[in-house]
């Protein structure tokens, strides 16, 4: 996924040059995905009040409260201060995408206290219905920031997955049989599969419907129905979208992006695998980003030597 540095980072209410009015993943987010994302943060409050209301008491739940401030306050300066920095508008999205959210490995990992686990918790489920609401479609921890600074970064998150896949529905010139086909099963899996676990872990609900609503894992297979559509759809457009930045050649995306979430959907570890999908790949961007820079310098050296000896 590529992006231009014109719309990569850009004041929220400006008006939109016709760049602008591109969807780039990672910025912008569809109807469908933003009601995706509403939906899933609102099953994540449910789940998390029950959890928070269990876990703490009242001293504990003050100190989430701080846990909460620090944590949002610390969001906010990181984003605000390289913001400010121009040299790094054109480091690759997937690089500040994996930094912002090492923090959250804090839980998984066992590091800190029960409260700043919640803390973290309610943090990322807050962004998450920021997201949908303000229709932002960057990472899930940068939301509020980027409310209060006013400001859309491109970052990426776990459901731009969704993102992708609307736009390849969306953007779809023959809707016929196999559009319709790709497109009932790409909605039956996506909501058992995201949202159906997380819905379980509300008690109310669990006792009511019982696990036994749950599909084994083998159903997300049925994914590789629009998968192959996709697939096709992207060969027999090869030329039309050879014209077309990679971040816009939408079948092809969205055939990886599905063609990716059927592990990882079966397992029933959707967005927290993605999330680490995410870190992996900003790690390995970052390291390459650093073995190259000095060869980019030596480059740079090189070029502006004739030119300082034409001028002379």
């Given at each position: 996924?590529?992006?231009?540095?014109?719309?990569?980072?850009?004041?929220?209410?400006?008006?939109d040059?016709?760049?602008?009015?591109?969807?780039?993943?990672?910025?912008?987010?569809?109807?469908?995905?933003?009601?995706?994302?509403?939906?899933f943060?609102?099953?994540?409050?449910?789940s998390?009040?029950?959890?928070?209301?269990?876990?703490?008491?009242?001293?504990?739940?003050?100190?989430?409260?701080?846990?909460?401030?620090?944590?949002a306050?610390?969001?906010?300066?990181?984003?605000?201060?390289?913001?400010?920095?121009?040299?790094?508008?054109?480091?690759?999205?997937?690089?500040p995408?994996?930094?912002?959210?090492?923090?959250?490995?804090?839980?998984?990992?066992?590091?800190?206290?029960?409260?700043?686990?919640?803390?973290?918790?309610?943090?990322?489920?807050?962004?998450?219905?920021?997201?949908?609401?303000?229709?932002?479609?960057?990472?899930?921890?940068?939301?509020?920031?980027?409310?209060?600074?006013?400001?859309?970064?491109?970052?990426?998150s776990?459901?731009?997955?969704?993102?992708?896949?609307?736009?390849?529905f969306?953007?779809?010139?023959?809707?016929?049989?196999?559009?319709?086909?790709?497109?009932?099963?790409?909605?039956?899996?996506?909501?058992?599969?995201?949202w159906?676990?997380?819905?379980?872990?509300?008690?109310?609900?669990?006792?009511?419907?019982?696990?036994?609503?749950?599909?084994?894992?083998?159903?997300?297979?049925?994914?590789?129905?629009?998968?192959?559509?996709?697939?096709?759809?992207?060969?027999?457009?090869?030329?039309?979208?050879?014209?077309?930045p990679?971040?816009?050649?939408?079948?092809?995306?969205?055939?990886?992006?599905?063609l990716?979430?059927?592990?990882?959907?079966?397992?029933?570890?959707?967005p927290?695998?993605?999330?680490?999908?995410?870190?992996?790949?900003?790690?390995?961007?970052?390291?390459?980003?650093?073995?190259?820079?000095?060869?980019?310098?030596?480059?740079?050296?090189?070029?502006?030597?004739?030119?300082?000896?034409?001028?002379?």
């Amino acid at each position: 996924m590529s992006h231009d540095t014109d719309t990569a980072d850009r004041a929220v209410g400006h008006s939109d040059t016709p760049a602008d009015r591109r969807f780039v993943v990672g910025r912008d987010v569809g109807t469908v995905a933003s009601w995706f994302r509403i939906i899933f943060g609102l099953i994540a409050v449910a789940s998390l009040w029950y959890r928070v209301d269990k876990a703490l008491d009242g001293g504990e739940l003050a100190m989430m409260v701080v846990w909460f401030a620090v944590v949002a306050a610390v969001y906010t300066a990181v984003i605000w201060f390289f913001g400010r920095i121009d040299r790094f508008r054109g480091v690759s999205p997937w690089i500040p995408s994996a930094l912002l959210q090492l923090p959250m490995m804090l839980y998984p990992m066992g590091i800190g206290s029960d409260p700043m686990h919640q803390a973290l918790a309610v943090y990322t489920t807050l962004g998450v219905l920021l997201c949908g609401v303000a229709r932002y479609g960057g990472l899930e921890v940068a939301a509020l920031p980027m409310l209060l600074l006013r400001r859309r970064t491109v970052l990426y998150s776990p459901f731009n997955a969704v993102d992708i896949v609307e736009q390849a529905f969306r953007r779809e010139r023959t809707r016929g049989v196999m559009w319709a086909t790709a497109l009932a099963l790409t909605v039956f899996v996506l909501i058992e599969y995201w949202w159906v676990g997380l819905l379980l872990s509300v008690p109310p609900v669990k006792d009511l419907i019982g696990e036994s609503i749950r599909l084994p894992g083998f159903w997300a297979l049925l994914l590789l129905v629009p998968v192959a559509w996709f697939a096709a759809l992207a060969v027999r457009g090869r030329d039309r979208y050879r014209a077309v930045p990679l971040g816009q050649r939408w079948p092809g995306l969205a055939a990886v992006a599905l063609l990716v979430l059927i592990p990882m959907l079966g397992n029933r570890q959707v967005p927290d695998s993605l999330w680490g999908v995410i870190m992996f790949v900003g790690l390995v961007v970052g390291l390459v980003t650093l073995v190259r820079l000095p060869f980019r310098r030596s480059a740079g050296t090189g070029r502006r030597a004739p030119e300082v000896a034409a001028s002379r």
